[in-house]
Structure formats: structure tokens, C-alpha cells
């Protein structure tokens, strides 16, 4: 019963593509280590797939994560109109706020978009291959 509320009920193109979606933005926030936390309280309610979801975020992964914050913060200062925090001032505990700024506005934007066209992506080929199933069988 747990396990066919977690992968929520039998899911359209659409429900797969949102729980796709939630993942990936979920993995793009900066809460490390509560993105199972978040998926959960935003899948279960919406009865998508929160199995599905969570493996999304792992776009966010030790291999990633360096990258991935490195443009975050150079997006969040591109809207803020300021400079890049230089990583050895935040490291010594300098320009802490700023460096939160940046992140917070670089993780939702880069957030928003990549769940956006990864959704997209997700629902047309869910789509097309359920469209095949269909016609082939």
C-alpha cells in the first residue's frame, strides 16, 4: 500500500513529466540533504511519482555539485548586477549574505528552467512511446 502511494496512482504523460519536473527542481535546491524530505511533501498530496521524483534530483551529485553551484552562482549574481563571490572570500568567511543571495536567486531560476524543459522533454517522450505501445500492440 506505501509503496503504490509513494509511485502515486497509474500516472499520464503529464503526472510523469510533473514528477519529473518536482525532482529536478527539488535536486537544484540548495537544502543538501533534505531533498527526499521536500519530495515527499510535495509529491504525496499530488499523487505523483515520488520514487521517480527523487531519483531526479539526482542531478545534484558529488560529481555535479561543484558545477552546478558555480553557475548557480554566477546567474544569481547576473541578476543581482553584481560580481561573482570570489569561493576563497566565502570560504574564510567573508561576504556570507551575498554569497546566499546569489545562490538562492541562481538555484530557483536555474531551478525553474531546467525542471521546465526537462518536464517538457519527459512529457513528449512518455508521450511518443505510449503512442507506439499503443499502435504497435
Given amino acids: 500500500m506505501f509503496w503504490s502511494r509513494l ?5 499520464s504523460p503529464r503526472g510523469v513529466a510533473l514528477s519529473v519536473g518536482v ?8 537544502l543538501y540533504g533534505m ?13 505523483l511519482d515520488a520514487a521517480l521524483a527523487f531519483a531526479a534530483t539526482m542531478i545534484s551529485n558529488p560529481l555535479t555539485l ?5 553557475l548557480e552562482l554566477q546567474i544569481g549574481a547576473a541578476l543581482v548586477g553584481g560580481a561573482q563571490i570570489d569561493v576563497q572570500q566565502v570560504l574564510s ?12 536567486l541562481g538555484s ?17 517522450l512518455v508521450r511518443r512511446w505510449r503512442q507506439a505501445t499503443i499502435n504497435g500492440a
Wanted: one cysteine or more; proline letters at 5%.
Fill in 93 to 104: 568567511g567573508e561576504q556570507w549574505s551575498q554569497a546566499l543571495l546569489q545562490l538562492a
Fill in 35 to 47: 531533498h527526499g524530505v521536500l519530495v515527499m511533501l510535495v509529491c504525496l498530496p499530488l499523487r
Fill in 108 to 124: 530557483g531560476t536555474l531551478g525553474v528552467a531546467v525542471a521546465g524543459l526537462g518536464a517538457f522533454v519527459v512529457f513528449k
Fill in 23 to 30: 525532482g529536478l527542481m527539488v535536486g537544484l535546491c540548495p
Fill in 66 to 70: 561543484p558545477f552546478l553551484v558555480a
Fill in 7 to 11: 509511485r502515486g496512482s497509474h500516472l
